[in-house]
């Protein structure tokens, strides 16, 4: 069956929010999820928004979704940070993820920013292959750095 | 001498780039530069900036800086991403970054985000460390994945 890319609105946040939980409970931690409907209202679609969504549509049901926002490089300006592209899982091997890929691809080229730029678990060799595949570069020098919000309070506390 | 630490405002992007400039040659990549003053300018200082920054100032010399943005987790919603973080080759040692690293956490812990983030490369172990001692987590298992300009364009067209 055929599906469609386009753009999220409103009405499909409550299943990309569920799209969202289901990859963080595959993930083994569906309590990790602690962003609400509201959340993703009030932040993907006030005046200057915080994300933009693609979706793929399959009869009426959102089936997949990438998620996206402007970063900006010290050393070449704009870049588009591709933060989630999740496919349904009974709807996988269907070329919805790289359609919802190359869609974001393609805002990227129009918007003429610098790079595009996610990140990949090491072990996900099926994902690495794929974007090595289409000219991505994988870094393997690089760690990711957080300070969540804990920390971030016993941090200013101290 | 002493120093402070205050937001980067428009006469200050001149400096600012010079320490962007004096990073990527000190890691032996000077021509990876390609943003440029106006760059800075237009994109850090219109109606909808892309990023912000803070800067130390010490006797009218910018000394150091830190460019920061919002990005978005799809698990945890607004968080902050420290790009770069930089102090004048010949002013380390005096807690300038320590201070502007301070700085960052504090407006962080203000707009009640829910994370700051960041990279960092695996063999720099003097900021690994640095960054573990004020409670911030190192992933180690996550890689970083790039579409360059180049290879957008080569995708696209293909």
Same mark, same amino acid.
């Given at each position: ?15 990309? +929010?569920?799209?969202?939980?289901? +990859?963080?409970?595959? /993930? ?8 609400? /409907?509201?959340? +993703?209202? &009030? ?13 793929? /549509? ?20 704009? #870049? ?11 709807? &996988? ?32 060799? #099926? ?12 870094? #393997?020098?690089?760690? +990711? ?14």
């Amino acid at each position: 069956m055929s599906f469609i890319v386009r753009k999220g609105k409103i009405p499909d946040m409550p299943q990309v +929010l569920n799209l969202i939980k289901e +990859l963080a409970a595959f /993930e083994k931690e569906p309590d990790a999820v602690i962003v609400t /409907e509201k959340d +993703l209202l &009030r932040d993907g679609f006030k005046k200057n928004p915080l994300f933009k969504t693609y979706v793929a /549509e399959q009869d009426g049901e959102i089936v997949g979704m990438a998620l996206i926002y402007p970063r900006y490089s010290t050393w070449k300006g704009m #870049t588009i940070h591709l933060e989630d592209l999740i496919v349904k899982k009974d709807k &996988r091997g269907l070329g919805i993820g790289k359609a919802l890929y190359s869609r974001v691809m393609q805002y990227a080229y129009k918007k003429k920013v610098k790079r595009v730029e996610w990140v990949v678990l090491d072990w996900n060799i #099926t994902a690495v292959d794929f974007y090595k595949s289409t000219g991505a570069t994988i870094l #393997t020098d690089w760690h +990711l750095a957080q300070m969540d919000e804990k920390a971030l309070q016993a941090y200013i506390n101290k």
